[in-house]
């Protein structure tokens, strides 16, 4: 976050159990408007193909975050 506060594009990455957390740590550190990249959780427990096809995922969702895009 602070990166995005020097002016620069910043992604934070939160599993969708700590997402409502991450959202109000953002608020509270002046970042309301930070992008949240969302990963399922649990996420220790996947397979390496489960992984792969998250980070794939994920890959396309990080692309359009910093392309300005919305967030799902």
């Keep these: 976050m602070e990166i995005t506060k020097l002016g620069?594009?910043?992604?934070?990455?939160?599993?969708?159990?700590?997402?409502?957390?991450g959202r109000a740590q953002a608020k509270a550190m002046g970042?309301?408007?930070?992008?949240?990249?969302?990963?399922?959780h649990?996420?220790?427990?996947r397979t390496r193909d489960e992984i792969r096809d998250?980070?794939?995922?994920?890959a396309e969702q990080l692309m359009a975050l910093m392309a300005?895009?919305?967030q799902p």
Excluded at 31 to 40: D, F, K, W
Excluded at 42 to 45: A, E, H, K, V
Excluded at 54 to 58: K, N, P, R, V
């Design 54 to 58: 998250i980070a794939a995922q994920c």
């Design 8 to 21: 620069r594009l910043g992604v934070t990455v939160c599993s969708t159990t700590f997402t409502g957390l």
């Design 68 to 70: 300005g895009g919305t």
């Design 31 to 40: 970042c309301a408007q930070i992008p949240i990249l969302v990963i399922p």
């Design 42 to 45: 649990p996420f220790g427990t």
